[in-house]
T-cell receptor
Framework: DAKTTQPTSMDCAEGRAANLPCNHSTISGNEYVYWYRQIHSQGPQYIIHGLKNNETNEMASLIITEDRKSSTLILPHATLRDTAVYYCIVRVGNSGYALNFGKGTSLLVTP | EPEVTQTPSHQVTQMGQEVILRCVPISNHLYFYWYRQILGQKVEFLVSFYNNEISEKSEIFDDQFSVERPDGSNFTLKIRSTKLEDSAMYFC???????????FGPGTRLTVT
């Protein structure tokens, strides 16, 4: 799986958009970008994934650059409950494969 | 909304004892996983399971570990002879054939004394 690089920590004011970057310059053509988050030692939670097109769901938006070497997860209106560690993971799209979690970005949403 | 459940939420055991951690994956899912997270460290993959056999395992998953799907609903992780360093949060996850996201349970905190 391609390696990812994320900032260690970020802050965001409640109600503002949180933009979490991820670099994955060695991504292969068949690898997807996945985002998960972990709220205070709970089980990781799936957020969104994409291959090359931008994606949006009820939780977030995922913007992938045209060269696919980086991406940004956007939480449009961050709330205090979005405080968590966010993981960007790159891997092939088939079911059954391991998720290799890195250290992620610790997002703190402040009042 | 369907969810993965795990029991117990906290297990305390003495070094050398056997433990079984239990998981009930989402009912129509076909792929099952175990991960662990030592306190303050990253989430680590242990094993994936499909069609009643292990499909992938990490270096951590040595002969002390085994997994089983004893019936149509449970998925278990057995640690044969626990060590102090097995103390961690263990997460079960499941996924569907045609959807790539994995859904995680709340975890079992294992404390080995």
């Amino acid at each position: 799986d391609a390696k990812t690089t994320q900032p260690t920590s970020m802050d965001c004011a409640e109600g503002r958009a949180a933009n979490l970057p991820c670099n994955h310059s060695t991504i292969s053509g068949n690898e997807y970008v996945y985002w998960y988050r972990q709220i205070h030692s709970q089980g990781p939670q799936y957020i969104i994934h994409g291959l090359k097109n931008n994606e949006t769901n009820e939780m977030a938006s995922l913007i992938i650059t045209e060269d696919r070497k980086s991406s940004t997860l956007i939480l449009p209106h961050a709330t205090l409950r979005d405080t968590a560690v966010y993981y960007c993971i790159v891997r092939v799209g088939n079911s059954g494969y391991a998720l290799n979690f890195g250290k992620g970005t610790s997002l703190l949403v402040t009042p | 909304e369907p969810e993965v459940t795990q029991t117990p939420s906290h297990q305390v055991t003495q070094m050398g004892q056997e433990v079984i951690l239990r998981c009930v994956p989402i009912s129509n899912h076909l792929y099952f996983y175990w991960y662990r997270q030592i306190l303050g460290q990253k989430v680590e993959f242990l094993v994936s399971f499909y069609n009643n056999e292990i499909s992938e395992k990490s270096e951590i998953f040595d002969d002390q570990f085994s997994v089983e799907r004893p019936d149509g609903s449970n998925f278990t992780l057995k640690i044969r002879s626990t060590k102090l360093e097995d103390s961690a949060m263990y997460f079960c996850a499941s996924s569907d054939r045609d959807k790539y996201e994995q859904y995680f349970g709340p975890g079992t905190r294992l404390t080995v004394t």
